[in-house]
Structure formats: structure tokens, C-alpha cells
């Protein structure tokens, strides 16, 4: 974006108009407004009309929602859990230290609530199939949140190659409270905002007690910070906090502006990050399930109209030459039995027929919400209960096949989280290891063996070191022959200690958790999401075929062809990895290294 000679309140007002009236022409046939897209979205998750609740007659638009229905399958099917995040290693010697990283970083994630985070990502992808999240940095926490786009402008093509702004409405005494912000500005805006008002003391404007921000985030020239022209040339990525009041017009008519910047400063990356369900070429906001299916809500919405104007146009009416039946009427003035009386040559009351066949408008509504599943990628295996002697592997053929799209979704969400994961947690995680912390870890069993096999020998080696040093201290000599018998004793004691799936975990002796993962090169580490669904039954039938295979064995070594092949089953597995299956069959070392010490044992 050229800036020219523009301040950064007018670089504002002209995104914010290009966002009102701005038309985004993607080809011959295809152009349209972002904002207008996203109304349209707002309006249609809410079962509005876009054109009013009412016809020219004044009569009540009925809305049959068919949108929400498929958003909910999405929604549901593409859903990733907090707990299926985890850190691998991509090296065996990493195993141990990658699972402490994968403890605390399940840590982090609980203490800023990243399930409530990752439900709210998940349902404004679902609905838009794209979502704004902002990563906000407090020093000590990092606060990940799901941005409304109601409240966003942004460049409709590239998200990132022009500034994002965020509007933020604040009451007079929330301004007060931002810190950041230069006061001395604030006071200066609260002070023309009361000021705005007619000699007869009425709102000169239409301000309520919201003031409107403007938070901007993108690269700038220097100058927008220094006041230096020299820097004009020289952008940097910064963070601006403005506002803006009409105070006038000039001669021509146009508004005149006093501009208040509450804050000015540069940042190391902006703090927005757009993810994408299907990520749409040259479009940021691509309108999600509303977009794809307007058309068919539109016309399910035009037909359930055409059925209800033909009900209600669905009358009682009877008709008789007999004048003394003039103004009566059926409903009110007629009991059942009652016998009428005709007076002598008049016809008597005969109903006429005014039935209307809404069969074929029903049909073509269920014609258009049929296509709306065709197009939303859900089955009727999905939605309906199988008719009576369906093969069960038949239904999961349908099923599978219904969920590949699904599947996509899911993976490019897994994708983006990692994305976010190592652009923004790790790094803050990283420095918030300074301190030795316990952490608290519900572990499976391989990675209970894991833990235990290097701190059982650890800590009875430091618990025998302890044992000697107090006895010398007490002025005797302690007999070299009993040393296998204690050893073996204290192992005893250590082992009854490690009861349970739940270990409390502190940094080696003398260390930080910083120090503690030095030589953990954290670029390399495999950060894992799953979804919630797998396919169980062919997971459990792959492992207990490769029990068959390595009963089959007999403890004899496998070939390197069989160890690749084994290798690639666990990978697909997705459940085991080759790592944690050599790691089992590692043996234990006579001395055993440095490692992490349970919580709550006595130090040497």
C-alpha cells in the first residue's frame, strides 16, 4: 500500500471506506464486497431475511433455516481437542525431553483455557471458513482469541500485505484504564467528546457512551514514529492506536477530523493470524457454508413463502342463494347437529372448493435443501438412520467416503494450529522456562516405563550418595560390602514410590526448566494434532496384527525389510510411533544420565 504524505488516521478513514463501498473483481463474471459478504453471513446464521421480515402486503417471511444444519456437521466433524495436542521427537534421544515439552505445553494450554480457544475457532471456521485470531502478549501470558469479523478491516485479496485494524469500542472510564495509552491524549479526546453538544445542551452528533479505536497493525514508514521525512523510505512493523472525531466540514462539504493517536510503537510481528478451512485463491473472506449455499436457503426460504400464502389463501367458504344465511358464519354461528332450515326453491349451502395442492412446491423445496447437502459434502448416511438390513461395512463405506472432505478440513486445521503453535506459543513458551516449576503429568504407560526406567537408577544412585554422606558425617565408616544390599534396598523403596499414572516432575538438581531443555533444538520438534474420530477398529486390528507378527518371532531379530515394513505400519497407525517402540527396547545403562527428578524427593 502507498501512503504517500497520509497520517495514519487518514490511511485508516480510506480502508474503512474501501471496506464499506469497495467492489473486489476476481474475474469477467465475479465481483463483490467484502463487507457485504459479511453481512450477508450475519444475517443468514441469524434466520434474517436480507430484504426484510415482511412482503409488499405486509405479510410475514417465513425462514427456513437449512444453513445452520450443515455448519453443525462441519463443525462436529472437524473438531480437534486440546488433549490430542502433543510434542514428538524426530530423534530418539529427544523422546524423553520432547514428552516434558509435550507436558508442558499441555499445561500452558490449561492455564489460558485453549479448549474454550480451539471450540471458538472451530465454530467461526465452520461458519466463514475463515477466522482472525489475535495472539495477544502480556509479558507474563500469552492470550490467544478469536477475533470477530464484524469488528475487522482488512485488505479483502491479501490478509497480509496490508495493514489489519481492529475496532474497539470503549466506555469513557474502560479508556481511562489502558495504561499504554497516552493519557494525556485520552483526557484531551474525553474533553471535545462533552463539548460536542448545541447551545440548548442536545448531542450534536450521534456519539453514544461507546467511543470508537482503531488498532492498527502492519509495516509503516519510520516517519509514522519519528516525525523524521528522511524516514519515509524506511518501513517497519508497528502497532498504532488512533481515534478520530468529525468536528466540522469544510467548503466543499466534505468532514473535517480532529485525529488523537493513544499509542505509537514498533512491534516484532503483528498479533493477527487468518486461517482458512479451504483456503480460497486472491480472496480473504470467502463467506464459508453461507456463501455456497445462498442459493438454496434463498430458494427454500421463496417456496416455504409460496406454501404458507397458500394455506393461508386456504378459507371455509360455503355459498346459497338463501338470503337468510347473509352474514352468518360458519365457524361461529353454526353448532354441530344443528339442523338448518332452507326456505321454500333456495339451493342449500354447498362448500366451495378452494384446497390447494402444495405437494409440488413442497417437492421443489425438498429438491433445493437436498442439493444443499450435496454441496455442504454431507451424505444420508450422515443424517439419517439406515434402512433395515443395510451392511454395516456398507454404511462405512458411505460414511468414509462422506467424511474425506471433512478429513481435508481437518487436516488444514491441524496445519494452521501447528502454524500458530510455533510462530507464536513456542516462542513465548520458551522464555518462561527460566524457573524450576513443577509440572504435573498424567502419562500413558510407555511413557510411565520411559520416565521411570531413567529415574529409578538416577535417584537411588543419589539416594545411596546421601546414604554415605551421613554416615561419615556421623564420624563411622561405612562398610563397602553392604553396599549391594542397601542399593538394592533403596531401589525397592524409590520403585514403591512410583505408584499410578501421575507423575509430578521437576527440573534435573540445580537446574531450570531452561537449562533442562538446552540441547532440545526446538525447530525440530514434532508438534502432533489429532482429531477426536479415528477409525478404531482398523488401528486396533493393524497392532494386534503386528502382536501376531512379533509372537510369531520368537524373539528373534527382525530383517531390515520387516523393520521398515513395521515401521511404515506404525506410522499409519497413528497411535504408536517407531520411536516409542525402539525406545521400549533400549536396555538399561549401569549409569544412568541426568535426568528430571520426581517432585517431592529429597535433594543431595
Known amino acids: 500500500m502507498y501512503y504517500g504524505k497520509q497520517t495514519i488516521c487518514e490511511v485508516v478513514r480510506e480502508m474503512e471506506s474501501a471496506d464499506k463501498d469497495g467492489i473486489v473483481k476476481l474475474s469477467k463474471y465475479v465481483e463483490f464486497n467484502q463487507?457485504?459478504?459479511?453481512?450477508?453471513?450475519?444475517?443468514?446464521?441469524?434466520?434474517?431475511?436480507?430484504n426484510g421480515d415482511t412482503d409488499h402486503l405486509g405479510r410475514e417471511k417465513p425462514f427456513k433455516q437449512i444453513i445452520i444444519p450443515v455448519r453443525n456437521v462441519v463443525y462436529r466433524a472437524t473438531d480437534i481437542d486440546r488433549k490430542h495436542i502433543s510434542v514428538g521427537a524426530e530423534k530418539s534421544s529427544d523422546v524423553v525431553t520432547a514428552l516434558l515439552a509435550s507436558i508442558k505445553l499441555q499445561q500452558w494450554m490449561k492455564s489460558v483455557n485453549f479448549g474454550q480457544y480451539l471450540n471458538d475457532w472451530g465454530l467461526e471456521l465452520s461458519n466463514h471458513n475463515a477466522c482472525i485470531s489475535k495472539f495477544v502478549d502480556r509479558g507474563n501470558e500469552l492470550i490467544p482469541k478469536v477475533m470477530n469479523?464484524?469488528?475487522?478491516?482488512?485488505?479483502?485479496i491479501d490478509f497480509y500485505a496490508n495493514p489489519q485494524i481492529e475496532k474497539i469500542d470503549f466506555t469513557p472510564a474502560d479508556l481511562k484504564k489502558q495504561d499504554k495509552y497516552d493519557q494525556e491524549m485520552v483526557d484531551e479526546l474525553l474533553e471535545n467528546l462533552t463539548k460536542r453538544k448545541t447551545a440548548e445542551g442536545q448531542d450534536k452528533d450521534d456519539n453514544s457512551n461507546y467511543i470508537t479505536v482503531y488498532e492498527v497493525h502492519g509495516e509503516f514508514p519510520l516517519s509514522y514514529l519519528t516525525d523524521n521525512e528522511e524516514d519515509d523510505d524506511t518501513f517497519t512493523q508497528q502497532m498504532h492506536v488512533i481515534c478520530f472525531q468529525i468536528s466540522g466540514t469544510d467548503s466543499k462539504g466534505n468532514s473535517v477530523y480532529d485525529d488523537y493517536t493513544l499509542y505509537k510503537g514498533r512491534e516484532k510481528q503483528s498479533p493477527y493470524e487468518i486461517d482458512y478451512l479451504i483456503k480460497q485463491e486472491s480472496v480473504t473472506y470467502p463467506g464459508g457454508v453461507v456463501q455456497e449455499l445462498e442459493q438454496a436457503?434463498?430458494?427454500?426460504?421463496?417456496?416455504?413463502?409460496?406454501?404458507?400464502?397458500?394455506?393461508?389463501?386456504?378459507?371455509?367458504?360455503?355459498?346459497?342463494?338463501?338470503?337468510?344465511?347473509?352474514?352468518?358464519?360458519?365457524?361461529?354461528?353454526?353448532?354441530?347437529?344443528?339442523?338448518?332450515?332452507?326456505?321454500?326453491?333456495?339451493?342449500?349451502?354447498?362448500?366451495?372448493?378452494?384446497?390447494?395442492?402444495?405437494?409440488?412446491?413442497?417437492?421443489?423445496?425438498?429438491?433445493?435443501?437436498?442439493?444443499?447437502?450435496?454441496?455442504g459434502g454431507i451424505s444420508e448416511a450422515m443424517i439419517t438412520t439406515p434402512k433395515a438390513g443395510t451392511a454395516w461395512r456398507s454404511l462405512q463405506a458411505q460414511l468414509q467416503e462422506a467424511h474425506s472432505l471433512f478429513e481435508?478440513?481437518?487436516?488444514?486445521?491441524?496445519?494452521?494450529?501447528?502454524?500458530?503453535?510455533?510462530?507464536?506459543?513456542?516462542?513465548?513458551?520458551?522464555?518462561?522456562?527460566?524457573?524450576?516449576?513443577?509440572?504435573?503429568?498424567?502419562?500413558e504407560a510407555h511413557h510411565i516405563k520411559q520416565i521411570d526406567a531413567m529415574y529409578l537408577p538416577a535417584e537411588t544412585n543419589r539416594r545411596m550418595n546421601q546414604k554415605k554422606k551421613d554416615v561419615i558425617l556421623s564420624g563411622e565408616i561405612y562398610d563397602p560390602a553392604m553396599e549391594q544390599a542397601d542399593m538394592a534396598q533403596v531401589g525397592q523403596e524409590v520403585q514403591s514410590e512410583l505408584t499410578g499414572n501421575i507423575r509430578p516432575i521437576s527440573p534435573s538438581e540445580g537446574l531450570t526448566w531452561k537449562e533442562e531443555f538446552k540441547d532440545l533444538n526446538f525447530d525440530n520438534l514434532d508438534i502432533d494434532v489429532t482429531g477426536e474420530s479415528k477409525d478404531f477398529e482398523g488401528v486396533n486390528e493393524t497392532l494386534k496384527s503386528i502382536l501376531d507378527f512379533e509372537a510369531k518371532l520368537q524373539g528373534q531379530p527382525m530383517t531390515p525389510r520387516q523393520e521398515m515394513i513395521l515401521d511404515k505400519l506404525l506410522i499409519n497407525s497413528r497411535i504408536v510411533s517407531p520411536l516409542e517402540m525402539s525406545y521400549t527396547k533400549q536396555p538399561q545403562l549401569n549409569?544412568?544420565?541426568q535426568v528430571p527428578q520426581m517432585a517431592g524427593q529429597m535433594a543431595g
Not at 149 to 156: A, L, R, S, T, Y
Not at 413 to 425: Q, S
Open 35 to 50: 463487507r457485504e459478504r459479511i453481512n450477508t453471513t450475519f444475517a443468514y446464521l441469524n434466520s434474517k431475511h436480507l
Open 149 to 156: 469479523w464484524d469488528k475487522m478491516i482488512v485488505d479483502p
Open 297 to 375: 436457503q434463498w430458494m427454500t426460504n421463496h417456496y416455504e413463502k409460496l406454501i404458507k400464502d397458500k394455506l393461508d389463501g386456504s378459507k371455509d367458504i360455503f355459498q346459497t342463494d338463501d338470503q337468510s344465511f347473509l352474514g352468518k358464519n360458519s365457524l361461529v354461528d353454526i353448532e354441530n347437529g344443528d339442523v338448518l332450515n332452507y326456505n321454500a326453491g333456495k339451493q342449500p349451502l354447498t362448500k366451495i372448493n378452494t384446497e390447494t395442492n402444495i405437494v409440488p412446491l413442497q417437492s421443489a423445496g425438498a429438491g433445493w435443501m437436498a442439493l444443499a447437502n450435496l454441496i
Open 408 to 443: 481435508l478440513m481437518k487436516q488444514n486445521k491441524g496445519l494452521a494450529l501447528i502454524k500458530n503453535l510455533r510462530k507464536y506459543v513456542v516462542p513465548f513458551w520458551k522464555k518462561q522456562l527460566d524457573n524450576r516449576d513443577e509440572i504435573m503429568g498424567i502419562l
Open 591 to 593: 549409569q544412568p544420565q
